[in-house]
């Protein structure tokens, strides 16, 4: 039987910038704040975490600061996928070796691979860590989807024991539940689906919300899992607003306009993103005021 990287809430944490570099101080305080909320892991250099846009060295340092810093105290899910297999081999063993505990790895973006081609790239990854691996499809993002089928038959691999799954069509991921079986665990890859996701087996969720309501959402979960799916399911549609309002430009604008409104760093993304405008973020203020949040 696989072993379950975490149940809960992990948080897809944003990488603060101070005058374009990367701000180690307010990311060490971003992640503290985060483990004493209560948050059940943390993914460092997703796509909150502006991954796509940070050089090599940074990618790098980026993972080893965060295994550091957190120390044990939950688990570290190291974004180490990219469209080029050899370079998301290179840097899975680098996090392997700095002691990240799983690794989550995107679906090939822009090549556009066949479902044979993206098995192939997944399993050559695979093969190459001495962790687990969490599989992430987003296809709104990438351009591929990695369909059910394939997912069963990565799930053979014994070190890929997970997938993200952000597609957004919750067909597809009850049909993706139903093949698998538990043979991989699935975590919802969008905030205004954790409790469907849930309702069909999920585990959890990899959240862009639990950068600001770490507990809340850590809490949705559990509560699922405790029985109290009516509390689950009224937390979810009472924090619907906030979550339309983080997704309201393109990930990771808004959570870097959030995360900057509690004092976390300076609202500053890496082109060619730009700060999110000016009529959104008032509004995304007004509702994160109304939750007590700054």
């Given at each position: 039987?696989?072993?379950?990287?975490?149940?809960?809430?992990?948080?897809?944490?944003?990488?603060?910038?101070?005058?374009?570099?990367?701000?180690?101080?307010?990311?060490?305080?971003?992640?503290?704040?985060?483990?004493?909320?209560?948050?059940?892991?943390?993914?460092?250099?997703?796509?909150?975490?502006?991954?796509?846009?940070?050089?090599?060295?940074?990618?790098?340092?980026?993972?080893?600061?965060?295994?550091?810093?957190?120390?044990?105290?939950v688990p570290v899910i190291a974004g180490t996928g990219s469209n080029d297999t050899a370079y998301a081999i290179d840097l899975t063993k680098f996090a392997c070796e700095v002691g990240a505990d799983a690794m989550l790895l995107v679906t090939p973006y822009y090549n556009k691979a066949t479902q044979k081609g993206l098995i192939r790239s997944f399993e050559a990854v695979a093969d190459a860590s001495t962790k687990p691996i969490i599989l992430y499809n987003v296809p709104s993002r990438t351009g591929c989807n990695l369909l059910p089928a394939s997912a069963l038959e990565l799930a053979d691999h014994p070190n890929i024991v997970a997938i993200k799954e952000a597609c957004g069509n919750i067909s597809q991921i009850a049909e993706l539940a139903a093949l698998t079986r538990g043979?991989?665990?699935?975590?919802?890859?969008?905030?205004?689906?954790i409790v469907p996701v849930l309702s069909l087996g999920g585990k959890g969720v990899i959240s862009v919300l639990s950068n600001i309501m770490p507990r809340a959402t850590s809490?949705?979960?559990?509560?699922?899992?405790?029985?109290?799916?009516?509390?689950?399911?009224?937390?979810?549609?009472?924090?619907?607003?906030?979550?339309n309002a983080l997704f309201c430009e393109v990930n990771p604008i808004p959570a870097k306009a959030a995360v900057a409104a509690m004092g976390f760093g300076e609202n500053s993304l890496r082109l060619p993103l730009t700060p999110m405008e000016p009529q959104n973020e008032a509004k995304l203020l007004d509702l994160m005021r109304a939750a007590g949040l700054i």
């Open positions: 039987m696989k072993k379950t990287i975490f149940t809960g809430a992990a948080t897809a944490i944003v990488t603060p910038f101070k005058e374009n570099e990367v701000d180690y101080e307010q990311f060490g305080r971003l992640i503290e704040w985060q483990i004493s909320e209560g948050i059940d892991a943390i993914v460092a250099c997703g796509t909150t975490g502006e991954g796509s846009t940070l050089t090599d060295e940074e990618h790098r340092e980026v993972i080893r600061y965060a295994v550091e810093k957190v120390a044990g105290r043979k991989l665990d699935i975590y919802s890859g969008n905030d205004d689906q809490e949705m979960c559990r509560k699922f899992m405790e029985g109290d799916v009516a509390g689950s399911a009224k937390m979810q549609l009472d924090l619907l607003p906030l979550i």
